[in-house]
């Protein structure tokens, strides 16, 4: 049961922890969705080709001062062309292959949360509602509303550069994707509590009984853990989350299982049983093992009650985890 848990991280998502993290503004939303159809994000200043841009090293101040210069001779009227050069030089030469890069629609309402997946380039022609010629590709992870990001991560939007560095938002942006992740040497999951009622702290507590449980699991099992591995990050508001953030993968991976468990055990996946192989039917055993009916429904009480399901990336691990140990396992 140690290979198959250990095996489980190779299936788990991985957010480079090197990467920079960017707000890019579209004119208040009016290409929002332009940008997420075409899978682009775009900036103006045409009048200055990107090739100009390709060859100014960010990190000569001279070359900077030429650029600005440039500018105030296309654009004499502009107030701040100083501001231009240093916002084209962002989109330019900032932004990065595998950024991440997160789109604000009308009154940054919506939100599309994006990775960068290739070069600036510029386009000939363009078609569309945005006009502009210099453009990034990338790829749209997810499209959200802003109430659905942590309160602190609300600070963001009070920049109004066209292009902002943020960040320093990182962990908040990378909940807002995924709910269970590898970031660095730290895995993450994330239990969200989905209710807008009021949760008490019976409630609460049951899910850290989850973990208690998962330290418990792997000491039985030759892997080493304690409760000491796991820091916890709380939303405290309904809607809200308990973020379990642990070097200890095992820790974590065990917090997963036992909540598939206890949320209603099988996964399906082409209408293939996966529920009892391996790993889950030996966190099934431990878990009558340690715990009475009584417990394990007051538990699954308690998730119902504050909408509280599996994670959905988790359990996206699992079954990639178990497709491929049953193909081995039909091999033979």
Not at 125 to 143: D, Q, Y
Not at 197 to 212: G, R
Not at 233 to 261: C, D, W, Y
Request: hydrophobic share 40%.
């Amino acid at each position: 049961m140690v290979e198959n848990i250990i095996t489980l991280n190779d299936y788990v998502k991985t957010v480079e922890h090197t990467n920079s993290y960017w707000m890019v503004r579209t004119m208040g939303g009016d290409y929002f969705d332009e940008y997420v159809r075409g899978r682009f994000i775009a900036i103006g200043y045409d009048e200055i080709p990107l090739q100009v841009l390709n060859n100014i090293n960010i990190e000569d101040w001279v070359a900077f001062r030429q650029l600005k210069t440039h500018v105030r001779e296309i654009f004499p009227n502009a107030p701040r062309p100083g501001h231009i050069a240093s916002q084209l030089l962002r989109f330019c030469k900032g932004i990065n292959i595998g950024d991440i890069i997160v789109l604000p629609g009308y009154s940054s309402y919506r939100l599309a949360i994006c990775k960068v997946i290739g070069a600036t380039y510029e386009v000939n022609h363009v078609e569309g509602l945005c006009p502009f010629r210099k453009r990034i590709p990338i790829e749209v992870l997810r499209v959200t509303d802003r109430t659905k990001l942590s309160p602190k991560a609300q600070m963001m939007f009070n920049s109004r550069h066209p292009i902002s560095d943020i960040t320093e938002y990182a962990s908040y942006i990378d909940s807002g994707v995924l709910d269970f992740y590898n970031k660095g040497f730290e895995t993450h999951l994330l239990l969200k509590v989905n209710t807008e009622d009021n949760v008490t702290a019976d409630q609460y507590t049951c899910l850290f009984k989850f973990l208690e449980l998962a330290v418990q699991y792997c000491n039985e099992n030759g892997m080493d853990a304690s409760v000491r591995d796991v820091v916890v990050k709380t939303q405290m508001e309904s809607p809200g989350f308990v973020h379990f953030i642990s070097r200890n993968k095992n820790v974590l991976f065990a917090v997963g299982f036992l909540i598939l468990l206890v949320n209603g055990g099988g996964l399906k996946w082409d209408n293939f049983d996966l529920s009892t192989p391996g790993i889950i039917q030996s966190c099934s055993n431990f878990l009558d093992r340690q715990t009475d009916r009584e417990l394990r429904e007051s538990m699954k009480e308690k998730l119902d009650s504050m909408k509280t399901e599996t994670p959905e990336d988790f359990q996206k691990a699992v079954i990639e985890l178990l497709k491929v140990q049953n193909e081995i396992r039909d091999k033979y």
